[in-house]
């Protein structure tokens, strides 16, 4: 009986994960569509969350004019590569206004992110290429959102969403609510990163 039992749950899980096939695809194509930006704070005291809230306003206002005419990720991460030092500098005059004194770094990499969900979209779990600021000791708890397409600064809308992804990507990221697909996903990448 047990074995019929493992064999049905199998059976179960295996036609789940086929009939979710097409979502996991348009949740891959969109990590390679985006650009993130994930800010980490020095710690989690009310004062270093308020910096790292006070250094996202700051470099999201400051920096987004790199991204004016860029046609895709590639070149968005060319760009905020060239402006490292400048990213930098915006968070650190930010760090110093707000009379603090510590060191803060910008990187770009690629990095794992879980399932989130904004006001108006969805970002699914997965491997995404980000542009990560790291405060002080950067052991806070961290803010993250989309940088490219500009999905998390005030003058972005759908209509920017929708010219730079296609269908299957803007049907993801805009779903009425979380989808239990979502958390497929996230199981899906985990036990995908046992084999990388």
């Not at 930098?88 to 770094?105: C, L, M, N, W």
């Not at 600064?153 to 920017?160: D, I, L, P, R, S």
């Not at 990221?173 to 239990?180: E, H, I, L, P």
Request: with cysteine; charged share 30%; proline share 2%.
């Amino acid at each position: 009986m047990k074995k019929y039992i493992h064999l049905f749950v199998g059976s179960v899980i295996i036609a789940a994960m086929l009939l979710c096939l097409p979502f996991f695809n348009s949740c891959e194509e969109l990590s390679e569509d985006v650009l993130r930006v994930h800010i980490l704070a020095n710690s989690d005291s009310a004062a270093d969350q308020s910096l790292k809230l006070g250094v996202r306003d700051r470099v999201l206002r400051e920096c987004s004019d790199y991204f004016n005419g860029c046609d895709d990720k590639d070149e968005a991460i060319r760009l905020t590569r060239s402006h490292l030092s400048e990213i930098e500098q915006v968070a650190s005059h930010e760090i110093k206004r707000r009379g603090f004194d510590y060191p803060v770094t910008a990187q770009v990499g690629e990095m794992y992110f879980n399932t989130r969900c904004y006001d108006d979209f969805t970002m699914p779990a997965g491997r995404y290429d980000a542009l990560r600021l790291t405060i002080g000791d950067g052991e806070g708890q961290n803010w993250w959102c989309v940088m490219y397409p500009s999905l998390c600064v005030g003058a972005a809308c759908e209509t920017e969403m929708e010219d730079h992804l296609d269908d299957g990507e803007y049907e993801v990221v805009t779903a009425d609510k979380y989808d239990f697909r979502f958390k497929l996903v996230e199981y899906w990448e985990g036990f995908r990163s046992l084999f990388r």
